[in-house]
């Protein structure tokens, strides 16, 4: 099977941090099961930071430690990924990746992305730049659910469409646009009978109580609001006639806003025994699903793409009282493994004031999010059925649970998505092999971005005059190595010195100068290996600047009219 470097920086898999969000937890899980299931003979992490590997060691220890040697390749040596052959991104970042290979040829490995969510302005940017840049056959954007990717299908359709009108384009780039879903370790998740009685002991929670959860981040606007499963759990309890518990697992940015979150959702539903619960300690997310019998979670927000929490409770075998949005739809099946509940939204073209004030700034992100969602309707009559029938009926919540259970291990459990993410990197390699056959030259070959030109020539007309080959140079006047070495190691001499000559080159070129009257670039550059010249070429210049050598034609400053 193919193999990939995995791009790696801490905030993409660290589920520590006091704001935990859902690519977080994606991530941790992506990396745990690729590091278990992967079909490879070496782990390749590609450090997209600044920190050394040692450094980063004890995070990949804590996820997974590897049982394959480790090679970390440097973010300054992106050549290296030939072998592997392949990038995997943590973000759909193919646009602006795409931009830093191609100086090294666009055939000389894959990329392969992933979508988490669609909503903001930049992640649309992001997915729309890869019709104006270097994307190719052979690259990838995983999207997570059917639905987030016809989301993608009608975002870079719009952005050909406005190409081909205002521009007459008729090229695009076309990356490989494969749903696959994420995964779950299915095994952290199993029910367990110890933590069962531990946390309904902790929340004097009775025994043989019906117990509902939800676990996940607290954002009424960013993730959904919570009001309309109150409103299901509490209809559902005065038709029962039955005690019904809620266990609230979640977090959100501050102590405070937490507390406001459980006082506002629990104004919906007074009768139902609330019990909330910090979620964000690893031994919380994990076991947390043991004390429960049903999990519930309405999603009505555009931000949402696929949605973990319905997996991981798949896994800990809970059946699921779910709305029927985006990435819902993909892994809970409606009356096998729990219920799906009906969704309605207004029709197209009713929204765009809200994209309007969005796209001015008029209103935040997260009122965006909040205002849509507001218009999101749920089928109350519909959730509170499903919640009757598995408060009634234990067996069905036992049959419903081993189902989903089941369906987790078989198809959501990382043991069966990383095979899927490894014959994508097949596939996607075969394809570049193609294309290195087939010649297509300047489709692979390489070029610059054209927004990141190189300063030398974005600013050519700035300077008096461009240094040339034949441009001659003479030792300045009176001036001796030891005297230019001081001028070029006091603190504004050795300025931006990683992109300059070492002093040892400095004091070659002065040395083959100091033998002769004066010397042409072509010809002091013959005296240098020919992967260096490039550098000692610019850097004549640098000594130059300092008073070392000069030129012994100066370009010649004239007038120019005004305009």
């Known amino acids: 099977m193919s193999n990939a470097a995995i791009f790696f920086h801490p905030d993409g898999y660290d589920t520590t941090g006091a704001r935990l969000m859902g690519r977080h937890s994606a991530g941790e899980s992506f990396l745990r099961g690729f ?33 394959r ?74 999207c997570t659910s059917d639905a987030v990717r016809s989301g993608v299908e009608v975002l870079l359709e719009a952005t050909r469409e406005d190409l081909r009108a205002r ?30 009685a531990d946390w309904r002991a902790r929340l004097d929670i009775p025994a043989d109580a019906v117990v509902a959860l939800y676990l996940g981040r607290f954002h009424a606007a960013g993730k959904m609001n919570p009001a309309t499963m109150a409103l299901a759990l509490e209809a559902a309890a005065q038709q029962t006639g039955r005690p019904i518990y809620w266990i609230v697992g979640g977090w959100s940015a501050t102590d ?11 104004a919906y539903c007074p009768s139902i025994h609330y019990r909330p619960v910090d979620g964000r300690p690893a031994d919380t997310r994990f076991s947390l699903w043991s004390a429960a019998d049903f999990f519930i979670s309405f999603s009505e927000n555009v931000q949402e793409t696929f949605g973990l929490t319905p997996v991981e409770a798949m896994a800990a075998g809970l059946p699921s009282v779910v709305t029927d949005w985006d990435g819902y739809r993909d892994t809970v099946r409606h009356g096998v493994d729990g219920f799906r509940i009906p969704t309605t939204a207004p029709r197209p073209g009713l929204g765009r004031d809200l994209a309007y004030q969005f796209a001015n700034d008029w209103i935040t992100y997260e009122l965006y999010l909040a205002s849509a969602a507001q218009m999101t309707g749920v089928d109350h009559g519909a959730a509170t059925a499903a919640i009757v029938a598995l408060v009634s009926n234990p067996e069905l919540r036992g049959a419903m649970g081993a189902a989903a259970a089941r369906q987790a291990r078989e198809h959501f459990d990382w043991s069966a998505i990383i095979p899927r993410y490894q014959a994508l990197w097949s596939e996607l390699a075969a394809r570049r092999a193609a294309a290195a056959r087939a010649e297509i030259g300047a489709s692979t070959s390489p070029i610059d971005n054209p927004r990141r030109l190189d300063p030398f020539q974005l600013f050519e007309t700035y300077p008096t005059g461009i240094l040339s080959a034949v441009d001659r140079l003479r030792v300045a006047p009176a001036m001796t190595w030891e005297m230019g070495r001081d001028r070029l190691t006091l603190p504004l001499g050795a300025l931006g010195a990683w992109a300059l000559p070492s002093l040892t080159e400095a004091e070659a070129v002065f040395s083959h100068l100091s033998a002769r009257p004066e010397a042409s670039v072509a010809e002091i550059l013959e005296t240098f290996p020919v992967n260096r010249r490039s550098f000692l070429e610019r850097g004549l210049l640098w000594l130059v600047k300092f008073g070392i050598v000069e030129l012994v034609a100066p370009p010649t400053v004239t007038n120019r009219s005004a305009s």
């Open 35 to 67: 590091l278990r299931h992967g079909d490879i003979d070496r782990l390749h992490l590609f450090n997209a930071g600044t920190r050394p590997p040692a450094a980063l060691q004890p995070l990949l220890d804590r996820i997974e430690p590897s049982t």
């Open 256 to 266: 405070e806003t937490t507390a406001l979150f459980h006082a506002q959702t629990q």
């Open 167 to 196: 521009l007459g384009a008729t090229r695009f780039p076309t990356p490989e646009l494969a749903t696959i879903p994420l995964g779950v370790n299915a095994s952290d998740f199993a029910a367990n009978d110890q933590a069962r």
């Open 69 to 142: 040697p480790v090679t970390w390749l440097n973010r300054m040596g992106r050549g290296r990924l030939a072998d592997p052959g392949c990038l995997y991104l943590p973000q759909p970042t193919l646009a602006a990746e795409a931009w830093l290979r191609s100086p090294l040829g666009r055939n000389r490995y894959s990329l392969c992305g992933i979508t988490h969510t669609t909503a903001t302005h930049r992640a649309t940017d992001i997915i729309a730049d890869m019709m104006t840049s270097p994307v190719e056959a052979w690259d990838a954007l995983i």
